[in-house]
C-alpha cells in the first residue's frame, strides 16, 4: 500500500559517467579490445554476475507485511523492502558460498540513506566494511567495491527522510564460489509420480482409478503420487483419494480449478470404519459434488486446505461407520458440513454453511458460520479469530511458469485468505528451487541449500544419511505427495536453524531402525531471536515411528524457536502394521516446545511412551488438540512416573506462568491390561496466566481409565465404564 507524501514511481538513476568521460571510456575500450586479440586465452577473467537475485535475504525489520526483505532481490523494481522508521537498520543477502564481489547497486525508493556502509562477512557475524557514506543521494548508486564474503549487507545509520529506509532493489555482482561442489540448477520437471492434467488431458478418470486401485489400502507401502489439475473446468470426475494421494488445483485461488464432480475418501477397503484413513490431502479446487454434497471421510494426517465446495461436505463414511479426526484450512463449504460419526476435528480460518453433531471434540477458530461455543454439550468449542495464521505454500502455474506462492501472516485472521480476490503474499519461480527427485541424497540437498535454493521434494520415500539443514531465513521447503524422509544410522532427520519465516509443509518424517535423538528441530537448543514479525511454520508435516518397519526416536519434534507456528501435525508412534511394540518402536517424547510465544493450531500426537507433548516455553498456546495414550504399555509398572499414575498426554511444566489452550482431548485404550490407571490426560501449574477451556478424557470401550482430566480436577472416567462417555472439565482452573 503507498505511504501518503512519497512517490512511489522509481527515482530515475544518476548519471553514472559524463558524456566526455564517455567519450575517454569508449576509446580505451576499443585499445583494450585490440590488445586482447594478442593475449592469451587463459588470462581472460569471467565478468561480474548478479549473484544476489534469488538469494536468501534478512532484513533488522519491515515496515508492512507488503514490503518484505526478499522484495529487494527478487529482480522486480516495482516491488521493495522497506524497515521501520528508526535507526540503525539493515539488510543481508545470504549468497550461499563464499564469493568475489566487485559491485553494489543499490536502487533507493524515495526513502533512502543518508549515511550508510556495506559490509562483508564469512559467516554472518562477523563484518568488515567494504564501502561507507555519509552523502548517500538516492536513486540509483551504483558501488565498485572489492573483496570476499558469503554475507553482503547494507547497514544504514541515517535516513534522508522521516520514513525507514526502503529499496526496490539490493543487487550484488562479483564471481560466485564454487560452494563446495558443482552448481545445482533450479527448477526441472515434477518427476514421473506427479500427474498433471488440463481439461484436454484424455483418460483423466481411468489415471485417477488406477493410482486410486494402488494406493487405497496401502497404508505403508512405498507409493507416492499427486494429481495436479491445470486451470479449467473438468466434468464428471470422481477422484477417489488413496494413501500417500495429494489432489490440488494449479491456480493461484481455488476458482481457477473447477471438477464437476467429487473428491472422495471412503473406507470401503477397512470394512467401513475410516478411522485409519491417513496421509492424503486436497487443496486449491472448487467442487460441483454430483448428488449436492461431497463425501471426505478421513481420520488423522489429512488436510482440506483452500477447497471451495458448492454444496454439502459429510466427513463420515458410508454407513456412518467410525472415524477419528481431520483438518480443515482456509476453505468455504456453501452447505453444510455433517460431521457424524467423526470424533474430533479441527477447522480454522473458513465459510460453512453449517455443522451437525459433536461428538466429542470439534475446535473452531476464524470460521464464518460456525457454531457457537457450547462445550461440554454439544460439544463445539469457536474462537471468533485464529490470533496468527499463515497459510501453506502451493505449487501454482503462472501462465505457463510454475511458481510457488508463500501466504502472508495474518492477525486475528477470519475467514478465507481468498474470499475478496487475489491472496496476499509472495510468488517464488521453481527455478528458484532444488526439485528433489528419488535417490537425491543429503548432501546433494544440503548443497542445493547453501546455494540459496528453496526445496521442492516430489512424491518418493527420501533416505538421508545426513541431517539436512536449514539455515537460510524465509526458506521453503515443500512436498509433493507425501514425500517422506527417513534418516538413516540415527541422525536428526531435519534442523531448522534460529532465522525468520522458514516454512516447511506437505512432507511425511518416518523414523529409521537406528534411534535418533530428535526427526524434528525447529531452532538449536537455547534459541532465542525473536520472529513475531515473520515465524517459522510447520504445515501438514507428520512424523511416524513404526508401522512401516521398525522406528525408534526418542524425542519426535524439538521447538526451540520463539514464535513458531505448528500448524496441523500428527506425530503418531504406530500402534499397528510392522516395527511396533513396547520397545520395538520406542519413542519416549512426541512433541518439546521450548521456544516462547509458540502457537499450535491442529496439534495430534499419539501413543508416546512418557509425555506426549510437553510445553517448557512462556505463552504457548494450543488451539484444538487429539491424544490417545500408548495402547501397548504391558502394565501399571512400566507407565509409573514416580508417584504419579501415567505420564500426562500434555504437560505444562511447573516454571510456565502464561500459557493457554483450547479444545483438547486424550483417549486410552490400555487393550493390553486394561487394569492400567492413569490419573490424569492433563498436568499443568496451577497459576492465573495458565488457562485451558474444554478439556475432555475418554476410556475407549473400558480399556484402562483416568482418574481425572486435569491435575486433581475433573470425574472419573471409571463411572462411565465401557460407554465412551467423556469426563469434561469446561475450564481450569
Not at 460441483?288 to 461431497?294: A, R
Request: aromatic share 10%; hydrophobic share 35%.
Amino acid at each position: 500500500m503507498a505511504r501518503a507524501g512519497l512517490i512511489l514511481a522509481v527515482p530515475p538513476p544518476r548519471p553514472f559517467v559524463t558524456a566526455r568521460q564517455g567519450v575517454a571510456g569508449a576509446v580505451v575500450t576499443a585499445l583494450v579490445a585490440t590488445l586482447l586479440l594478442f593475449a592469451p586465452a587463459d588470462k581472460a577473467q569471467a565478468a561480474p554476475v548478479l549473484l544476489s537475485q534469488g538469494k536468501s535475504v534478512t532484513a533488522s525489520s519491515q515496515e508492512h507485511i507488503g514490503t518484505p526483505a526478499t522484495a529487494a532481490v527478487d529482480g522486480d523494481n516495482g516491488s521493495r523492502w522497506s524497515s521501520a522508521a528508526s535507526d540503525p537498520q539493515w539488510i543481508r543477502v545470504d549468497l550461499g558460498s563464499q564469493s568475489t564481489v566487485n559491485q553494489i547497486v543499490l536502487r533507493w525508493e524515495a526513502a533512502y540513506a543518508k549515511a550508510y556502509r556495506i559490509e562483508f562477512s564469512g559467516d554472518g557475524t562477523n563484518w568488515s566494511t567494504a564501502y561507507s557514506t555519509s552523502a548517500g543521494t538516492g536513486g540509483t548508486e551504483t558501488l565498485n567495491v572489492s573483496g570476499s564474503a558469503r554475507y553482503v549487507r547494507m547497514y544504514g545509520t541515517t535516513r534522508a527522510t522521516g520514513y525507514g529506509y526502503s529499496l526496490w532493489e539490493f543487487q550484488v555482482y562479483g564471481t560466485a564460489g564454487d560452494g563446495g561442489g558443482p552448481t545445482i540448477p533450479g527448477g526441472g520437471d515434477l518427476g514421473p509420480n506427479v500427474h498433471v492434467f488440463d481439461p484436454s488431458t484424455p483418460g483423466i478418470q481411468a489415471k485417477l482409478d488406477q493410482v486410486f486401485k494402488e494406493q487405497e489400502s496401502a497404508q505403508f507401502g512405498s507409493g507416492r503420487h499427486a494429481f495436479l489439475f491445470k486451470p479449467g473446468t473438468y466434468n464428471g470426475l470422481n477422484a477417489q483419494i488413496g494413501f500417500y494421494t495429494q489432489i490440488a488445483g494449479l491456480g493461484l485461488r481455488p476458482g481457477d480449478t473447477t471438477i464437476n464432480g467429487d473428491v472422495t475418501v471412503d473406507a470401503g477397503w477397512f470394512n467401513g470404519n475410516a478411522t485409519q484413513n491417513f496421509w492424503r490431502g486436497a487443496e486449491g479446487l472448487t467442487l460441483n459434488p454430483v448428488s449436492g454434497t461431497n463425501r471426505w471421510a478421513v481420520s488423522q494426517a489429512s488436510s482440506f486446505r483452500r477447497m471451495h465446495v458448492k454444496g454439502g461436505l459429510n466427513l463420515a463414511p458410508n454407513g456412518y461407520g467410525w472415524a477419528s479426526g481431520g483438518y480443515i484450512a482456509d476453505s468455504k463449504v456453501d452447505g453444510q458440513i455433517g460431521n457424524y460419526s467423526q470424533q474430533q476435528w479441527y477447522t480454522r480460518d473458513s465459510s460453512i454453511g453449517g455443522w451437525s453433531n459433536s461428538v466429542w471434540n470439534q475446535t473452531f477458530s476464524g470460521v464464518e458460520g460456525a457454531p457457537a461455543t457450547s462445550f461440554p454439550e454439544p460439544r463445539y468449542t469457536t474462537l471468533d479469530t485464529t490470533p496468527v495464521s499463515r497459510e501453506k505454500p502451493y505449487l501454482y502455474l503462472d501462465g505457463s511458469e510454475y511458481k510457488v506462492f508463500v501466504p502472508a501472516k495474518r492477525i486475528n485472521a477470519r475467514g478465507t485468505t481468498w474470499a475478496n480476490g487475489t491472496p496476499q503474499g509472495e510468488s517464488i519461480p521453481l527455478n528458484r528451487f532444488y526439485v528433489v527427485k528419488p535417490g537425491a541424497t543429503a548432501a546433494t540437498i544440503n548443497q542445493a541449500l547453501a546455494q540459496g535454493l528453496h526445496l521442492l521434494f516430489t512424491p518418493g520415500v527420501y533416505h538421508v544419511d545426513r541431517t539436512i539443514e536449514v539455515n537460510r531465513a524465509n526458506t521453503v521447503v515443500l512436498g509433493l505427495g507425501l514425500a517422506t524422509i527417513i534418516p538413516d544410522n540415527g541422525v536428526t532427520a531435519m534442523k531448522v536453524a534460529d532465522v525468520d519465516g522458514v516454512k516447511l509443509a506437505g512432507f511425511l518424517i518416518d523414523a529409521g531402525p537406528v534411534n535418533s535423538p530428535t526427526l524434528l528441530e525447529i531452532g538449536p537448543q537455547g534459541a532465542s531471536a525473536d520472529h513475531a514479525a515473520n515465524p517459522t511454520t510447520v504445515q501438514d508435516v507428520y512424523i511416524r515411528i513404526g508401522g512401516a518397519g521398525a522406528g525408534k526416536a526418542t524425542t519426535s519434534m524439538v521447538v526451540n524457536s520463539d514464535d513458531a507456528i505448528v500448524d496441523h501435525t500428527w506425530v503418531w508412534r504406530a500402534d499397528h502394521g510392522e516395527g511396533w511394540g513396547w520397545e520395538t518402536n520406542r519413542a519416549d517424547y512426541g512433541v518439546r516446545v521450548h521456544g516462547d510465544d509458540v502457537l499450535a493450531t491442529g496439534l495430534f500426537v499419539e501413543h508416546f511412551n512418557k509425555y506426549d507433548v510437553e510445553w517448557y516455553g512462556e505463552r504457548g498456546r494450543t488451539i484444538f488438540y487429539q491424544n490417545e495414550k500408548a495402547y501397548d504399555a504391558p502394565n501399571q509398572a512400566a507407565i509409573q512416573n514416580g508417584d504419579t499414575k501415567g505420564y500426562a498426554a500434555y504437560r505444562v511444566d511447573d516454571a510456565v506462568n502464561t500459557h493457554e489452550a483450547w479444545g483438547l482431548g486424550s483417549y486410552c485404550n490400555y487393550n493390553v491390561d486394561p487394569t492400567i490407571r492413569q490419573d490424569h490426560g492433563f498436568k499443568a501449574p496451577v497459576k492465573p496466566g495458565v488457562k485451558f477451556h474444554s478439556l475432555l478424557v475418554v476410556s475407549l470401550g473400558g480399556m484402562g481409565h483416568y482418574n481425572h482430566v486435569i491435575n486433581n480436577t475433573g470425574a472419573s472416567t471409571v463411572p462411565a465404564g465401557t460407554s465412551t462417555v467423556p469426563s469434561t472439565v469446561v475450564s481450569f482452573p
